[in-house]
């Protein structure tokens, strides 16, 4: 969800106290099973696979995790 919000992988990295070359690892695994070699491609595809919710979908879903 961080990817699709546009997160970039240093964001991500301080979001999650992870490393940078945590973040990136992942991204290139989340990539290769998605088919995918970008992070653009990565968003469209997850959307199309059901993986990741709209944000105005979230906002009026109660259990989509809206605050």
Do not use: C
Not at 4 to 17: D, F, K, Q
Not at 18 to 23: A, I
Not at 34 to 49: D, F, I, N
Request: zero cysteines; aromatic letters at 6%; glycine letters at 10%.
């Amino acid at each position: 969800a961080l990817i699709a919000a546009g997160y970039t992988n240093r964001g991500i990295a301080e979001t999650l106290v992870l490393s940078t070359g945590t973040v990136k690892w992942y991204a290139s695994q989340i990539y290769q099973k998605l088919g995918v070699r970008s992070r653009t491609q990565a968003v469209v595809r997850a959307r199309e696979l059901g993986l990741l919710q709209d944000l105005a979908e979230r906002q009026t879903d109660p259990h989509g995790g809206a605050e």
